[in-house]
């Protein structure tokens, strides 16, 4: 038989213990958040239906709601968030320095990103791909018809080494006119100086709503040349805000994949006796043990934006400004990418 010290079975008690907790430890992003008492979001310096301020500086954007579920969560009130705006080339290092606790800004998931930046991807918020748009005058039809003419493109972002990896693949020899800033690259697009302009399809159809003198004067072409999954990120070294974050995003997509709404949930708490809708709920289980909140973490949550597909109809969908349609970005049962792992 063998035989162990009492130091070492002590240490073995104490781990298995801890195993066996049903309470997280609360990260030290949360910590920090706790007392500041305020989520630090970097978002977009300014896309519509995304994350752009008004004249009185409120935000609002898919991007914005997806902050103000996390604060929602974490601190019971959707509107402590301080919002930063970043630009492409500042994003990364905001997140890394720990300027912001959370990125929420349009961004596209990768395997450079997640693997060589210090950086996590949580969960997609909204699934899109590389799209151009052209002036209708121009009579173009498809972007294979941009063979050596000049494509307006924002530097620092996956937009432009696709247009490059499009380019060369096509034989196009496309014409890349490259800007730091988005503003600039929206100016020169609407001032003629390119034939065409290309980022993520929605991000075109926010610009042309928000920017173009006359919208009906510019196409979004149908071709898209890239995947684009966007979504928010953290920083890496504390798996406890990372699941916190993520688990935010999957609980709002579960939320409209059972009926849960901003308007419903009071009455559901008391009266559904769906096991699912409980654990969202929190009112008859508890999962917010598990990730260092209460039980009422994701009630919060969605009562602040609504589900998923409240936050995409309200910000993006088709009785919004920018009228995108739901495509990819239906539930997966409906045809669609928004598949949600299970909140158990």
């Not at 805000?241 to 997509?253: Q, T």
């Not at 009455?267 to 990730?291: F, I």
């Not at 309200?314 to 349609?325: I, M, T």
């Amino acid at each position: 038989m063998l035989s162990f010290s009492k130091p070492f079975v002590s240490v073995l008690l104490c781990a298995a213990a801890v195993m066996a907790s049903p309470q997280a430890m609360a990260g030290k992003t949360l910590d920090q958040i706790k007392q500041r008492g305020q989520v630090v979001c970097g978002v977009n310096t300014g896309l519509a239906g995304f994350s752009a301020a008004d004249s009185n500086g409120n935000w609002s954007g898919l991007d914005v709601d997806i902050c103000k579920a996390v604060a929602a969560a974490v601190l019971s009130d959707p509107s402590k968030v301080k919002y930063m705006p970043l630009n492409a080339q500042q994003r990364f290092t905001a997140l890394q320095s720990g300027e912001v606790d959370v990125l929420s800004r349009n961004t596209t998931f990768t395997l450079t990103r997640d693997a060589s930046l210090g950086l996590h991807q949580t969960a997609v918020t909204y699934y899109d791909g590389q799209g151009f748009m052209v002036p209708v005058k121009s009579k173009i039809k498809s972007a294979m018809q941009l063979k050596n003419q000049t494509v307006c493109v924002q530097s620092g972002t996956t937009t432009e080494k696709n247009l490059t990896d499009f380019s060369k693949a096509n034989k196009l020899n496309i014409k890349p006119v490259v800007f730091e800033k988005l503003e600039a690259a929206n100016g020169a697009y609407f001032a003629g100086r390119c034939v065409a302009y290309t980022t993520d399809a929605s991000g075109l159809a926010s610009i042309r709503n928000k920017e173009a003198k006359n919208p009906a004067e510019h196409v979004i072409l149908a071709d898209l040349i890239s995947k684009e999954p966007l979504g928010p990120m953290v920083r890496r070294g504390d798996d406890e805000w990372l699941a916190i974050v993520k688990w935010v995003v999957y609980g709002l997509i579960e939320a409209e994949e059972y009926g849960v709404t901003q308007a419903n949930l009071d009455n559901l708490k008391t009266s559904s006796e769906d096991p699912v809708v409980g654990r969202l709920l929190g009112s008859k289980e508890d999962t917010g043990k598990h990730l260092g909140l209460d039980k009422e973490w994701l009630a919060r949550a969605l009562k602040a934006t609504g589900n998923y597909g409240e936050i995409f109809e309200r910000n993006v969908g088709p009785q919004s400004a920018l009228a995108l349609p739901r495509g990819s970005n239906k539930q997966w049962n409906k045809g669609g990418l928004m598949y949600a792992f299970p909140v158990r």
